[in-house]
């Protein structure tokens, strides 16, 4: 559902596990609430700052243009 979510938990080497963790869930709701996007506030919060980035791009249904070199 969030494929710009999903490219900076990559770009990070974050497992699912690994960010449950830091939002206080089990992996299990983690890939659930990515799948269908029912995110609290505060959790969005926390992955802003873990991401260091903007709402409107990590939660963006659409991914983001590759950046040439």
Do not use: W
């Amino acid at each position: 559902m969030f494929p710009n979510l999903e490219a900076e938990q990559a770009r990070k080497g974050h497992i699912n596990a690994q960010v449950a963790e830091k939002l206080n869930m089990s992996r299990r709701l983690y890939e659930i609430k990515k799948k269908n996007g029912t995110f609290k506030f505060n959790e969005i919060q926390k992955l802003l700052e873990m991401y260091d980035c903007n709402f409107e791009y990590l939660f963006s249904s659409e991914p983001a243009p590759a950046q040439s070199a």
